[in-house]
């Protein structure tokens, strides 16, 4: 079965440079999240977006910003990358709209593989 | 504030015994909650997942218990084996303002199978 995919795996930047982060959610969802996992840290939540609008927010630092395409996926933009900014950044999809309907009892989210973003 | 507890932060036995991990948590409004498996630098993999009226899930070797009462979840892995080693994470949601469920993670119990 298809799973999330995120792009790229791996990325090294430096300091004050600009990052993209891309998702691609499981085929026919329509929720996407955004988290991100510092070194030894737990997930932290940032942003989620339900059929290409914003859904919620959390953590997510003013620097960042992020969309999410009518193909349903979804980028993270990062600008003016600090140190603390290196992290392991997962997404995560849903089919919410499958729930909002009934025909889920709830909404799972499944992650992809993560982004792990270095900053120098 | 939502706060999720794990216990023990790690945990090492030997191959083919059972084992028990503790989640508690003070999250509110309660929604759901999920027991993960995450692999050093990998996602998480859902294990399973329990709303409020499910006190009992099992998937395979796996079993999570639910007690919305006292806000606590269990997860039993029986007769373990290598490839469950890894980090075990309980995550407990509520139903955000949007409609996302927002989720509040532990911090996970590192569990060590030695052969």
């Known amino acids: 079965a298809a799973g999330v995919i995120q792009s790229p795996r791996h990325l090294i930047k430096e300091k004050r440079e600009t990052a993209t982060l891309k998702c691609y959610p499981i085929?026919?969802?329509?929720?996407v999240y955004w988290y991100q996992q510092g070194p030894g840290q737990d997930p932290q939540f940032l942003i989620s977006f339900y059929e290409k609008m914003q859904s919620d927010k959390g953590s997510i630092p003013d620097r960042f910003s992020a969309q999410q395409f009518s193909d349903y996926h979804s980028e993270l933009n990062m600008s003016s990358l600090e140190l603390g900014d290196s992290a392991l950044y997962f997404c995560a999809s849903s089919s919410r709209g499958l729930f909002l309907a009934g025909g889920s009892h709830t909404d799972t989210q499944y992650f992809g593989p993560g982004t792990r973003l270095t900053v120098l | 504030k939502n706060q999720v507890e794990q216990s023990p932060q790690s945990l090492i036995i030997l191959e083919g015994k059972n084992c028990t991990l503790q989640?508690?948590?003070?999250?509110?409004?309660?929604?759901?909650l999920r027991w993960y498996k995450q692999d050093t630098g990998r996602g998480p993999v859902s294990l399973t997942i329990m709303t409020f009226s499910e006190n009992t899930k099992s998937n395979g070797r796996y079993t999570a218990t639910l007690d919305a009462d006292t806000k606590q979840s269990s997860l039993h892995i029986t007769a373990s084996q290598l490839s469950d080693s890894a980090s075990y994470i309980c995550v407990v949601s509520f139903y955000a303002s949007g409609g996302s469920y927002i989720p509040t993670f532990g911090r996970g119990t590192s569990l060590i199978v030695h052969p």
């Open positions: 085929p026919r969802h329509d929720t």
């Open positions: 989640c508690n948590y003070t999250v509110s409004p309660f929604s759901n």
